[in-house]
């Protein structure tokens, strides 16, 4: 594991995006897995700004996404897959048809989840997956629970994600509460992993996350076991960590 200290979510969004654009440029054709959320916004604008520039070329990159409200189709305000297109996708070159993310608009969740891991197996794996983390310790919607979830899978959302999901929707009832998420097992196959993690309020979970045991009660904390992983911090995101 390697820790990375930034002064503040700007300088952590800039080197963010520094390593996912020489993933890039190393691997013309990449595939990149995504994180949706506040976190990686300004990762985005970073990248955004680069292409603009003439700097990154996203032409051939395929980009899986990790999650999507079950429920949900992609025209809908708040679903993954409009969140993506505002804040990333459409400022770039990539091609439509190597845009994936998990059907939120098909119910049945046996064929939604089969079919995504379908997508991931076809594309060849993810070489560069990107996480942001939850206040319970989730990545993705891998919420805590007795079993790290391989595969895919359909996930009733737990209350405290319920709760940071609000400021999205007018109203409480207005969060889903179930989504489709990727699994344990694509994300820890992932060429690299890299998190992104600001904010006093995220101190205490990332110590508990990567200076503690590994337990299924604490998704992130597998990432331990990661070959290569990058977590990227500001100061106060990394306060309780011993560096």
Known sequence: MKIIRAKDYKDMSRKAANIISAQVIMKPD?????ATGGTP???YAQLVEWHKKGDIDFSGVTTINLDEYRGLPRGHK???WHFMQVHFFQHINIREDHIFVPD???LDKEEACLEYDRIIQRVGGI???LLGIGMDGHIGFNEPGEVFKLGTHCVTLTESTIEANMRFFHNREDVP???YT??????????KVLMIVNGEHKAQIIQRAFAGVVTPKIPASILQLHPNFILIGDEAAL???DM
């Open 30 to 34: 990449a595939v990149l897995g995504l």
């Open 41 to 43: 916004v300004g990762t």
């Open 78 to 80: 708040q679903s993954y």
């Open 177 to 179: 509460r179930q989504a």
């Open 182 to 191: 990727m699994g344990i097992q694509a994300i820890m196959q992932a060429g």
């Open 127 to 129: 070489d560069l997956q």
């Open 239 to 241: 306060s309780k960590m």
């Open 104 to 106: 939120g608009s098909n």
